[in-house]
């Protein structure tokens, strides 16, 4: 298998799924990922045979009022205490993929792509920007204009002016043997008063946005979602099936 070869990538809507449900099956699915490379590694005869025959996912859905914070965040940037947050009706979970804190919850649309990179290209930084110019592009469709912000991750509006920049889409992943996990959520119906509760990705002089805020109108899902495996499958490399 060479990296320049149509990747099938299998995609599943969830729908709404509570966070440690979904986390429960994107780890349940890595490891079948991970066994199957180290069977295929087990094995003595050389040359070997083509490649692990791992597969690939892509998970779409979204998540009942959450915060969930990386490996590398601070809890300062969770700006409640546990009675507060039931009062709000949130639930937290401390994560295993990079980043700080973020909010999911109802009206956002969240993907996780459970991917073997040795099967597109070995290289986490381009993993994380194509990851980037998926959304990119699918906002773009709406009219909306995404951009990088130098030193962060996630799809920025007005990201070369640092007075104005917001983030529509934040990210953070996890990478084992090349197989990815967690992934991304874009603000499209989302209420963004529960943001109002925490340090967003630990980014405290700059705003978060969603389309539905910069469009000043609801943004129909499903045509999204649409539009969205459509770039994936342009970015990737990919063919859609599922």
Known sequence: MTATEQQLVQVEDWGIIEY????????????MQLRIKQEW?????E????????????FLCSH??????????????LLVNDTRLKELGVTFYKTNRGGDITYHGPGQVVGYPVLDLERFFTDLGKYMRSLEEVIIRTIAHYGL???????????????????????????GVRCSRW?????????VNTDLNYFGHIVPCGIGDK??????????????????KAILLQEFAAVFDAEITG
């Not at 590694?41 to 005869?45: L, M, Q, R, Y």
């Not at 915060?67 to 940037?77: A, L, P, Q, V, W």
């Not at 197989?179 to 603000?187: D, I, K, P």
């Open 207 to 224: 705003g978060v946005t969603s389309m539905y805020k910069e469009l000043l109108h609801e943004v129909n899902e499903t045509a999204l």
């Open 64 to 77: 009942p009022h959450v915060y969930t914070i990386g490996k590398s965040g601070h809890m300062e940037n």
């Open 179 to 187: 197989v990815t996990m967690h992934g991304f959520a874009l603000n």
């Open 20 to 31: 440690g449900k979904a986390w429960e099956m994107q780890e349940t699915i890595l490891a």
């Open 47 to 58: 040359p070997k045979a083509g490649s692990p025959q791992t597969s690939n996912h892509f």
């Open 145 to 171: 204009e995404g951009g990088r912000l130098q030193g962060a991750t996630g799809v920025w509006l007005d990201a070369n002016d640092p007075a104005k920049a917001r983030k529509i889409c934040a990210m």
């Open 41 to 45: 590694n087990a094995i003595k005869e």
